[in-house]
Protein backbone atom coordinates (compact mmCIF):
# COMPACT_ATOMS: atom_id res chain seq x y z
CA UNK A 1 0.00 0.00 0.00
CA UNK A 2 2.96 2.58 1.27
CA UNK A 3 4.37 1.62 -2.41
CA UNK A 4 2.10 2.48 -4.73
CA UNK A 5 1.31 6.00 -2.52
CA UNK A 6 4.70 6.55 -3.18
CA UNK A 7 4.50 5.73 -7.06
CA UNK A 8 1.74 7.43 -7.32
CA UNK A 9 2.89 10.83 -5.50
CA UNK A 10 6.15 10.54 -7.62
CA UNK A 11 3.80 10.44 -11.18
CA UNK A 12 1.47 13.59 -9.55
CA UNK A 13 4.76 15.57 -9.07
CA UNK A 14 6.01 14.63 -12.52
CA UNK A 15 2.95 15.56 -14.07
CA UNK A 16 2.87 19.37 -12.46
CA UNK A 17 3.10 22.17 -14.89
CA UNK A 18 6.82 23.21 -15.06
CA UNK A 19 8.11 26.71 -13.30
CA UNK A 20 11.35 27.91 -15.07
CA UNK A 21 11.66 24.30 -16.00
CA UNK A 22 10.97 22.33 -13.11
CA UNK A 23 7.88 20.84 -11.48
CA UNK A 24 6.00 23.64 -9.52
CA UNK A 25 6.36 21.34 -5.96
CA UNK A 26 9.94 21.30 -6.53
CA UNK A 27 10.29 25.21 -7.65
CA UNK A 28 8.72 25.67 -4.18
CA UNK A 29 11.09 23.71 -2.24
CA UNK A 30 14.06 25.19 -4.42
CA UNK A 31 12.78 28.49 -3.95
CA UNK A 32 12.63 28.06 0.10
CA UNK A 33 15.81 26.79 0.43
CA UNK A 34 16.99 29.52 -1.08
CA UNK A 35 15.08 32.09 1.24
CA UNK A 36 16.77 29.95 3.93
CA UNK A 37 20.38 29.94 3.05
CA UNK A 38 20.52 33.68 2.37
CA UNK A 39 18.65 34.25 5.65
CA UNK A 40 21.02 32.12 7.65
CA UNK A 41 24.46 33.24 5.60
CA UNK A 42 23.75 36.77 5.90
CA UNK A 43 26.25 39.16 6.13
CA UNK A 44 25.65 39.97 9.81
CA UNK A 45 26.37 36.48 10.91
CA UNK A 46 29.38 35.46 9.22
CA UNK A 47 32.71 35.66 11.88
CA UNK A 48 34.46 38.84 12.07
CA UNK A 49 37.49 40.12 9.87
CA UNK A 50 40.33 40.97 11.59
CA UNK A 51 43.21 43.20 9.84
CA UNK A 52 46.31 41.71 9.86
CA UNK A 53 47.69 44.27 12.29
CA UNK A 54 45.91 42.01 14.92
CA UNK A 55 46.73 39.07 14.10
CA UNK A 56 50.23 37.09 15.40
CA UNK A 57 53.01 36.66 13.29
CA UNK A 58 53.72 33.15 12.97
CA UNK A 59 56.99 32.26 13.77
CA UNK A 60 59.19 29.65 11.51
CA UNK A 61 61.58 27.34 12.93
CA UNK A 62 64.19 26.15 11.10
CA UNK A 63 64.97 22.29 10.99
CA UNK A 64 68.01 20.95 11.10
CA UNK A 65 68.33 16.83 10.31
CA UNK A 66 70.51 15.17 11.73
CA UNK A 67 72.56 12.40 9.69
CA UNK A 68 72.73 9.23 11.01
CA UNK A 69 76.43 8.39 11.71
Known amino acids: M???AG???WRWLLTRPAD???P???????DANGRLSQAYFRE???A???RSRWLPV???????????S
Open 48 to 50: PRF
Open 7 to 9: VGG
Open 44 to 46: TRL
Open 58 to 68: ARTATLAWKSP
Open 20 to 22: EGT
Open 2 to 4: AAL
Open 24 to 30: WPFRRVL
